[in-house]
C-alpha cells in the first residue's frame, strides 16, 4: 500500500470510527473479549436430513453463534482477518494455532487438532488477538477442509472465508497439486455466483504445503512449476491463469514436525508468521475500514443469500446491503448531532415560541444542517459502490423535510396562540384601566367629600365654640351684675 493509499485508508477509517462510535451505544461489555473462551463457532450450523426419511444429511448455516458475535461486537477498527483452507487432515488448525504462539508469545488458546481421519473443525472455528506489531486486531478462521465425510457445509465455508478475509491460506498435505488448486477455485467459484464483474473477495493467497516432500527445491520453482500453463490441458492451464489473474500468489512449505525436523518446522512457522504480520491489511467494505459490529452484520447478510444448503452466493448483493446499513446509520448519527445543535439554538420545534420570526429561525437551523450534511456526504462519498451508498442522502433529505414542515407548524400554532393571548390582554388591559380609572375617580370623588365634610364639620365646631363661648360669657357677666347690684 502507498504512503497515499495508507494516509486515505487512515483518514477514512477514523471517520468510520467516529461516526460509528456515535451511532452505537458503547456501554462497556459485560465481560472483555479477551476473558472470553477460545475459539468458538463462527456460525451456528444445523444438520437437516437431504430428503424426508433420508438417513443423508446436510449441513446448513443459520446465524452468527452468539459467542463469535460477543467477541466481534467489541473489535474496533482496524480487523485483519486470516483465512486457514484447504483439503482436510492437512494441518491447518495445528499450523494456525502454531502462527499464533509466535505471534503473542503464548500458547493460551489452540484450534482442535489430532491424528486420524476424523476432522476436527466443522464449519468455521474463531480466534482472535491483539496485533503485536500494530493496530487493531487479528481474527484467525479455521475453516473446515475439504475431501472430508461430509462436503455440503463447504459452499458457506469457502464463500465467508472469501468474503471476509484479508489473506488466504490453501493447504495440502506432501505436494501441492492441482488438486489443491480446487479449493482455490471454489473460492473463485463464489465470485462466478453474481452477476457483477468486479467481486469483493480476498486477493492476497498463500499455497501452503505442509509435510512437504520438497524440501531441496525452492519455493519459487515450486509455484511456477505449479502454475506454469505451457504442460497442462486445456482446463488445468485455464484454472492457473484465472488463479495468477485474480490472486496475488506466493508459496511456502512446511516439513514433518517429527524428530529431527521439530527445529527447521518452528523456523518455517516463524517464518511464516513474520511475513503474514509484515504484510496484514484491514478489512474493508464498501471501500471502508469496518469494525467487528459490520463484520457480524456482513455474516449475517451473507448466510441470508445461501440457497438450497449453500449452493449459491451473491456477494455483491452483501456488500451492498452492508454498505447501505453504514450509509444509513451514518445518516441517522449526523442527524441525531443535528437535533442537539437545533436544540441548542432553542430552534426544536418544541422550544418554538412565536417570538422569533420563522425566517430567522430556518436561516439558522439551514446553517446547522449545512455543516452536518458536510461531514455526513464526506463519509458517504468514500463508500463503493455509490448507489447503496445514496440511501444516507435519501434518509437525510427526508428527516430534513418532515423537520422543516414540523417547524413551520409549531411556528405557525405559536404564532396563533400568541395572537390569542395578546387579544385577550389587550381585552384585559382594558378592562383593568377601566377599573383603575373608575377606582381613582372614587377615590378622587372620595377625598373631596371628606374636605367637604371636614370643612362641615370644622364650621360647625367654630359656630358650636363661638355660641357656647357667648353663653359662658353672657352667664359670666349676669352673675357678676347680680353680685354688684
Known amino acids: 500500500m502507498t504512503a497515499m493509499a495508507s494516509a486515505m485508508a487512515l483518514d477514512v477509517s477514523s ?10 451505544a458503547r456501554k462497556p461489555p459485560a465481560i472483555h473479549w479477551k476473558e472470553l473462551p477460545q475459539p468458538v463457532p463462527l456460525v451456528k450450523v444445523v444438520a437437516q436430513p437431504v430428503a424426508p426419511g433420508s438417513t443423508s444429511i446436510k449441513y446448513c448455516a443459520t446465524g452468527v453463534n452468539p459467542d463469535a458475535e460477543a467477541i466481534l461486537s467489541q473489535l474496533p477498527v482496524p480487523i485483519h482477518i486470516v483465512a486457514f483452507i484447504g483439503f482436510g ?21 489452540a484450534f482442535a487438532s489430532a491424528p486420524g481421519n476424523v476432522p476436527c473443525t466443522h464449519g468455521i472455528d474463531m480466534m482472535v488477538f491483539d496485533n503485536p506489531h500494530g493496530p487493531g486486531t487479528i481474527v484467525f478462521l479455521d475453516c473446515e477442509g475439504g475431501a472430508n465425510h461430509n462436503q455440503t457445509a463447504l459452499p458457506f465455508v469457502i464463500g465467508l472465508a472469501a468474503r471476509l478475509s484479508t489473506k488466504l491460506y490453501a493447504f495440502e498435505r506432501g505436494c501441492f497439486t492441482t488438486g489443491g488448486l480446487d479449493t482455490v477455485m471454489q473460492v473463485i467459484n463464489m465470485g462466478n455466483a453474481t452477476s457483477a464483474d468486479d467481486v469483493d473477495i480476498c486477493r492476497e493467497l498463500v499455497l501452503v504445503e505442509n509435510m512437504s516432500i520438497n ?12 502454475l506454469c500453463e505451457e504442460d497442462g490441458d486445456e482446463q488445468t492451464n485455464r484454472v492457473r491463469r484465472l488463479i495468477r489473474q485474480r490472486f496475488d500468489v506466493s508459496f511456502c512449505k512446511l516439513p514433518f514436525n517429527v524428530g529431527g525436523n521439530i527445529m527447521m518446522h518452528e523456523e518455517a512457522i516463524a517464518a511464516l508468521a513474520d511475513t503474514l504480520s509484515e504484510n496484514l491489511s484491514p478489512l474493508v467494505i464498501g471501500g471502508v475500514p469496518v469494525d467487528g459490529a459490520v463484520v457480524c452484520q456482513l455474516i449475517s447478510e451473507l448466510l441470508t443469500q445461501i440457497r438450497d444448503g449453500g449452493n449459491r452466493f451473491n456477494m455483491v448483493t452483501a456488500t451492498e446491503a452492508l454498505v447501505a446499513n453504514m450509509a444509513a446509520e451514518a445518516a441517522n448519527t449526523v442527524w441525531t448531532d443535528f437535533i442537539e445543535k437545533v436544540r441548542k439554538q ?39 459502490p455509490n448507489e447503496p451508498a445514496a440511501v444516507a442522502k435519501q434518509t437525510w433529505d427526508r428527516n430534513y423535510r418532515n423537520f422543516e414542515i414540523d417547524i413551520r407548524a409549531a411556528h405557525q400554532r405559536k404564532s396563533e396562540e400568541l395572537a390569542r393571548y395578546t387579544q385577550w390582554a389587550d381585552r384585559i388591559n382594558r378592562l383593568v384601566n377601566e377599573i383603575v380609572s373608575q377606582v381613582v375617580e372614587a377615590i378622587r370623588q372620595f377625598v373631596r367629600f371628606a374636605r367637604f365634610s371636614t370643612s362641615l364639620v370644622l364650621m360647625g365646631n367654630y359656630y358650636f365654640w363661638r355660641h357656647s363661648f357667648n353663653l359662658v360669657t353672657g352667664i359670666a357677666q349676669g352673675v357678676i351684675s347680680g353680685a354688684t347690684s
Not at 471517520?15 to 452505537?24: A, E, K, P
Not at 418554538?352 to 450534511?373: F, S
Open 15 to 24: 471517520t468510520f470510527n467516529n461516526l460509528m462510535s456515535r451511532t452505537r
Open 346 to 384: 432553542q430552534n426544536h420545534p418544541v422550544q418554538i415560541n412565536g417570538r422569533k420570526h420563522l425566517r430567522t429561525i430556518l436561516r439558522e437551523i439551514e446553517g446547522a444542517a449545512n455543516q452536518c450534511l458536510n461531514e455526513l456526504e464526506g463519509f458517504t462519498s468514500k463508500l463503493v
Open 89 to 109: 487432515r492437512s494441518g491447518k488448525s495445528y499450523t494456525a494455532t502454531k502462527v499464533r504462539a509466535h505471534l503473542t508469545g503464548n500458547e493460551d488458546h
Open 215 to 226: 524440501g531441496d527445491i525452492p519455493d519459487r520453482r515450486l509455484l511456477d512449476d505449479l
